[in-house]
């Protein structure tokens, strides 16, 4: 059974498709097409059309997190396609923030989205699957909130300001015929920390792939080379862009040679 990704928006355009600071991909599993993530605007929908992708024949969407470069064409994909139910995690709502000191700027979904779309959308706890063969892993780890903290993200409820311990984050999982395939867009969570989440709910089969951003664009050499030592085994492909950074992925590059590939517009992958 062939799976196919293609990449809508990313960070790194194509010679023929403009890219943006985002990401969107269609996943084509078993006769079903999944779209993960919007982008960070309509591009999406443009450059879908380009790729011969039909937002209407989209059977089901996810969301990886609730931040605006993944969320914000999710309003105009409802407007265009009237079957798909988008999975978000029950915590997802309209309350991600940047904040430093007393300067915030509003990081999250469309602020109306979550009520505006409420037929459409599926908000879902724990391990969960979609269907044979497709799954939604939740973030377990503890103490996520010191990443929260540490990258200036917060989330505003009516108990006020707290460090983002992404729990509205999650990790799209699909058995391919070479093993598990991971979609994680940002990884806020932590790369390791992803991992062992999908082995512990998962544990009979093997990773063998993981694509997505792993949020590095910020991060020390020293960090970026623990990333890599991670990855240095299992998975066997790595496919990484958006907002792991140009420097981040030479550095992984150096360890990891060509098991890692760089996410791109149009680009397509086939397992």
């Given at each position: 059974m062939?799976?196919?990704?293609?990449v809508i928006t990313d960070?790194?355009?194509?010679?023929?498709?403009?890219?943006?600071w985002?990401?969107?991909?269609?996943?084509?599993?078993?006769?079903?097409?999944?779209?993960v993530?919007?982008?960070?605007?309509?591009?999406?929908m443009?450059?879908?059309?380009?790729l011969?992708?039909?937002?209407e024949?989209?059977?089901?969407?996810?969301?990886?997190?609730?931040?605006?470069?993944?969320?914000n064409?999710?309003p105009?994909?409802?407007?265009r396609?009237?079957?798909a139910k988008?999975?978000?995690?029950?915590s997802t709502?309209?309350?991600c923030y940047?904040k430093k000191f007393i300067f915030?700027?509003?990081?999250g979904?469309?602020k109306?989205?979550l009520?505006d779309?409420?037929?459409?959308i599926?908000?879902?706890s724990?391990?969960?699957?979609i269907?044979e063969g497709?799954?939604?892993?939740?973030?377990?780890?503890?103490?996520l909130?010191?990443?929260?903290?540490?990258?200036?993200?917060?989330?505003?409820g009516?108990d006020g300001?707290?460090?983002d311990?992404f729990s509205?984050?999650?990790?799209?999982?699909i058995?391919?015929?070479?093993?598990?395939?991971i979609?994680?867009?940002?990884?806020?969570g932590?790369?390791k920390?992803i991992?062992?989440?999908?082995?512990?709910v998962?544990?009979?089969k093997k990773i063998?792939?993981?694509?997505?951003?792993?949020?590095l664009?910020?991060?020390?050499k020293?960090?970026?080379?623990?990333?890599?030592?991670?990855l240095?085994?299992?998975p066997?492909y790595?496919?990484?862009?958006?907002?792991?950074g140009?420097?981040?992925?030479d550095?992984?590059k150096?360890?990891?040679?060509?098991?890692?590939?760089?996410?791109?517009?149009?680009?397509?992958?086939i397992m």
């Amino acid at each position: 059974m062939k799976t196919e990704i293609k990449v809508i928006t990313d960070n790194n355009p194509s010679d023929a498709l403009r890219g943006e600071w985002g990401l969107c991909l269609v996943v084509n599993y078993d006769g079903e097409k999944i779209l993960v993530d919007a982008g960070a605007s309509n591009l999406f929908m443009k450059n879908m059309e380009e790729l011969g992708e039909s937002i209407e024949d989209v059977d089901f969407a996810v969301l990886s997190h609730a931040h605006y470069d993944h969320a914000n064409g999710m309003p105009a994909f409802f407007e265009r396609n009237s079957k798909a139910k988008l999975y978000v995690r029950e915590s997802t709502a309209a309350d991600c923030y940047h904040k430093k000191f007393i300067f915030k700027k509003y990081i999250g979904i469309p602020k109306n989205m979550l009520k505006d779309y409420h037929d459409r959308i599926e908000s879902v706890s724990g391990f969960y699957k979609i269907r044979e063969g497709v799954f939604l892993v939740p973030h377990t780890s503890a103490n996520l909130s010191a990443i929260g903290k540490r990258e200036m993200m917060y989330r505003k409820g009516s108990d006020g300001w707290r460090s983002d311990d992404f729990s509205h984050e999650q990790s799209l999982v699909i058995d391919t015929d070479k093993g598990l395939l991971i979609i994680n867009s940002c990884s806020h969570g932590g790369v390791k920390n992803i991992l062992r989440e999908v082995r512990e709910v998962l544990p009979d089969k093997k990773i063998y792939g993981y694509i997505g951003g792993f949020h590095l664009f910020n991060k020390s050499k020293s960090e970026v080379q623990a990333v890599a030592e991670t990855l240095d085994g299992e998975p066997e492909y790595i496919c990484t862009g958006h907002c792991t950074g140009d420097r981040a992925y030479d550095i992984l590059k150096q360890q990891l040679g060509d098991k890692l590939h760089k996410l791109q517009v149009g680009l397509e992958i086939i397992m």
